[in-house]
């Protein structure tokens, strides 16, 4: 299993863009499948965003889609996610994961803490 730090929430007004980061430990962050989810309070979490092994398939729900870009840096053991017009509906703490494309939170076996993100309107 990987260990992951997700960095980058904060507060922004809607419409504008975060980028958060996830920093994997180990040497095998290359073999697994990454991805990105949120869960807003009170909610069950929720997919965001998957990305294959070497980075040329990516997935997205549809409330993100056009507006979230997920990519990733091997040599840097990184995952990032790119959010760009940020609505007040995407305030949520946002989790990486590894092990998985699928958009099923139960498939995946290793977590981040998490990291706030809210827009304000």
């Known amino acids: 299993q990987l260990q992951l730090v997700e960095s980058g929430g904060g507060l922004v007004q809607a419409g504008g863009s975060l980028r958060l980061s996830c920093a994997a430990s180990g040497r095998t962050f290359s073999s697994f499948p990454m991805a990105w989810f949120r869960q807003a309070t009170g909610k069950e979490r929720e997919f965001v965003a998957t990305?294959?092994?070497?980075?040329?398939?990516?997935s997205y729900a549809n409330s993100v889609k056009d507006r979230f870009t997920i990519s990733r840096d091997n040599a840097k053991n990184t995952v990032y996610l790119q959010m760009n017009s940020l609505k007040p509906e995407d305030t949520a703490v946002y989790y990486c994961?590894?092990?998985?494309?699928?958009?099923?939170?139960?498939?995946?076996?290793?977590w981040g803490q998490g990291t706030q993100v809210t827009v304000s309107s």
């Open positions: 994961a590894a092990g998985s494309t699928s958009i099923d939170p139960r498939a995946f076996g290793s």
């Open positions: 990305i294959t092994r070497s980075g040329t398939i990516t």
